[in-house]
């Protein structure tokens, strides 16, 4: 099957402009996650849709972040305005409805650099 | 709330010889699930074990297999013939029942010398 698609790869931005990521889950996936990979730390879970629904957003910076997952499938995250603090790796993961583990497949990952 | 720790921020380890990777973590829940994640320099996060807090036996995947201490809430990550593919960053994860969320640690950079 294919994996967790997302683009684009790399994006380099000036503070203040804006950045969308884009994101393909696997099919029949209804679990999608955003994370949040600064360098040399683990993942920070940003925001998990189930279907089309918001499960948790509680560390997402809601005053410049948003996302959102039309339709229960693809989804995009934005940043408006970017700031220094913001470069970091942004990964997507979905993960299935059923099976005992649930567990997540990641996508390679969109790295911004934000100048 | 549930932590998870990793104290070991980068380990080496000799071409074809074992190493040990440590990861702690917290919880009161009795039942949950633990992962370790593999992260090859710019490569996606893939699998590499998973093991459930009720089953007593250590999981094991080929040349991977964990030391999972419930009572010490440690679960530690064994590579056996370690070969240059895997250096990379290992991740502890946690993830309760019931909830989608995962719990990451810090992780550990390995490197594997020739």
């Known amino acids: 099957e294919a994996g967790v698609a997302q683009s684009p790869r790399y994006k380099i931005i000036e503070k203040r402009q804006s950045v969308a990521f884009w994101c393909n889950p696997i099919s029949g996936h209804a679990t999608l996650y955003w994370y949040q990979q600064i360098l040399g730390q683990g993942p920070k879970l940003l925001i998990q849709?189930?279907?089309?629904?918001?499960?948790?957003d509680s560390q997402l910076p809601k005053d410049r972040f948003s996302a959102e997952r039309l339709k229960g499938v693809d989804s995009t995250l934005k940043i408006q305005p970017a700031k220094l603090e913001d470069s970091a790796v942004y990964l997507c993961?979905?993960?299935?409805?059923?099976?005992?583990?649930?567990?997540?497949?990641f996508g390679p990952g969109t790295r911004l650099t934000v100048l | 709330a549930q932590t998870v720790t990793q104290s070991q921020p980068e380990m080496s380890v000799q071409e074809a010889e074992t190493v040990t990777l440590s990861c702690t973590y917290d919880t009161s829940e009795s039942d949950y699930y633990l992962f370790w994640y593999k992260q090859p320099p710019s490569r996606q996060m893939i699998l590499v074990i998973r093991q459930e807090a009720y089953k007593q036996q250590n999981a094991t995947e080929n040349r991977f297999s964990v030391n999972f201490q419930k009572a010490a809430k440690s679960f530690s990550l064994k590579i056996s013939d370690s070969q240059l593919g895997d250096a990379a960053m290992y991740f502890c994860?946690?993830?309760?029942?019931?909830?989608?969320?995962?719990?990451f640690g810090t992780g550990t950079r390995l490197k594997v010398l020739a």
């Open positions: 993961a979905s993960s299935p409805r059923t099976g005992t583990y649930n567990e997540q497949f």
């Open positions: 849709f189930q279907n089309n629904g918001v499960v948790d």
């Open positions: 994860a946690y993830r309760r029942p019931g909830t989608y969320k995962y719990i």
